[in-house]
């Protein structure tokens, strides 16, 4: 599913690809901005809450799931 400016891994599809990157984003947001340097951290902020973290995991479900 192309998703227009959200993807944990920036590559423009939300699909199993960013799991990995979202679960890191979730762990470490440094570890994240290393990893993907060229990525906004709050792509992993599904809800919009302005960051990443626990409360984005249903709503990135529902993303990927096509909801």
């Not at 709050?42 to 249903?58: Q, T």
Request: proline share 4%.
């Amino acid at each position: 599913m192309r998703i227009a400016g959200w993807t944990a891994n920036c590559d423009g599809l939300a699909n199993v690809l960013d799991i990995n990157p979202f679960n890191l984003a979730l762990q470490a947001r440094t570890l994240y901005e290393a990893a993907y340097p060229d990525c906004e951290y709050l792509h992993a902020d599904v809800n919009r809450g302005r960051e990443a973290d626990v409360s984005d995991i249903i709503p990135f479900v529902g993303l990927l799931a096509g909801g």
